[in-house]
């Protein structure tokens, strides 16, 4: 299991902001060369993030570029561009279908094989921002070996569907569900979209609280300011992890009585619970809680 809680978008063109993303914290860092980027400013960004990803080692930050679609000028220059730079993923703004994600590994293969990269080195990810590729989610989270993980990009959903985003989110219900049940069902990472209101820390508090009860295994952000946020609610809490651990311990004590089923402080216990209890402590050593298994048994 990989930490994908939080994707920090750094704009291409801005030397200041792409150099420094890493340092912040967050698990991934996702220089963008699309929407953030002026059309003018197109081949300066390109250039730019070329040079950071070659020569800034960014540890153990997962790099993401989002790149301008193929149905801009950009598109194939970007891609001839970033597979040489090797960053982990690349990922594929506006995927209104599976063909849209072949195309895309398609020119990202033959790029690895010119530059003598191993085949498969550079990850996908799909980011899906329309009524159609919210329909076909499932489809393009089966469309290629390569993806790791799909992603709502609800600014641009919004303006498709005609209505605005609120702070309930009640007009992506449909699309938060379709984009977290495709991953699922394919085994892959779901992303939930940015928070665009930075002085609204409550507000964006509560929307990090409702993806994670939805499922959502992290979310593209914006700004270093929101990192600390969402790694602290991902966190499971001191209470949860006591309680896996003595969801185990109770499950152990089952299992020597021969028994796949107990009941813990007058609830049942069986296997989608232990399930969920192996991964509240594995989610917890991965963000650093601590617990002590002897003393919680
Ligand atoms: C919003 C603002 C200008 C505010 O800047 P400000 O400077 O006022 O912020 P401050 O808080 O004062 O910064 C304090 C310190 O942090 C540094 N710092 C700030 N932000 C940083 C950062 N991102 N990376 C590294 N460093 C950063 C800053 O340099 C300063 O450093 P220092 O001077 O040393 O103290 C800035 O954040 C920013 O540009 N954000 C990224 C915006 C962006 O990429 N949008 C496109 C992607 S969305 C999209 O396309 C829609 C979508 O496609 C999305 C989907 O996929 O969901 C869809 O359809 O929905
Ligand atoms: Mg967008």
Same mark, same amino acid.
């Given at each position: 299991m990989k930490l994908r809680r939080t994707m920090l978008y750094a704009p291409g063109? @801005?030397? /200041?902001?792409i150099k420094d993303a890493y340092i912040y914290g967050s698990d991934a860092v996702m220089f963008d060369l699309? *929407? /953030? #980027?002026s059309l003018h400013e197109k081949d300066t960004a390109r250039l730019l993030v070329y040079h950071v990803l070659k020569t800034i080692d960014m540890g153990t930050t997962e790099t993401v570029v989002r790149i301008n679609g193929l149905d801009t000028p950009y598109g194939r220059e970007d891609i001839r561009a970033i597979v040489r730079a090797q960053p982990n993923v690349i990922r594929i703004p506006k995927t209104e279908t599976a063909q849209d994600v072949q195309d895309i590994e398609e020119l990202v293969e033959a790029e690895e094989r010119a530059a003598g990269i191993p085949i498969g080195t550079t990850k996908l990810m799909a980011a899906i921002e329309s009524p159609i590729g919210v329909l076909q989610a499932y489809q393009i989270a089966k469309a290629s070996e390569r993806l790791i993980g799909i992603a709502l990009g609800a600014e641009d959903y919004a303006t498709n569907l005609k209505t605005? +985003?609120?702070? =309930?989110g009640t007009e992506l219900m449909f699309a938060r569900g379709m984009v977290l049940n %495709? /991953? +699922? %069902? %394919?085994g892959i990472y779901a992303l939930?979209? #940015? $928070?665009? *209101?930075? @002085?609204? =820390? =409550?507000? $964006? +508090? +509560?929307e990090v609280q409702l993806i994670k009860q939805l499922g959502f295994d992290g979310k593209s952000i914006i700004s270093p300011r929101q990192i600390a946020i969402v790694h602290e609610v991902f966190a499971p809490t001191e209470q949860e992890i006591i309680y896996a651990q003595r969801v185990l311990y109770a499950i152990e004590e089952a299992e020597k009585r021969k028994s796949g089923v107990i009941a813990l402080d007058g609830r049942m216990i069986d296997k989608p619970i232990v399930d969920r209890a192996y991964r509240t402590l594995e989610l917890a050593r991965m963000s650093g809680g601590l617990f002590d298994e002897e003393e919680a048994a």
């Open positions: 063109h @801005n030397p /200041a902001l699309e *929407d /953030a #980027v605005t +985003r609120s702070k =309930e %495709a /991953a +699922r %069902a %394919a939930d979209t #940015v $928070f665009s *209101d930075l @002085n609204d =820390e =409550e507000g $964006f +508090r +509560r």
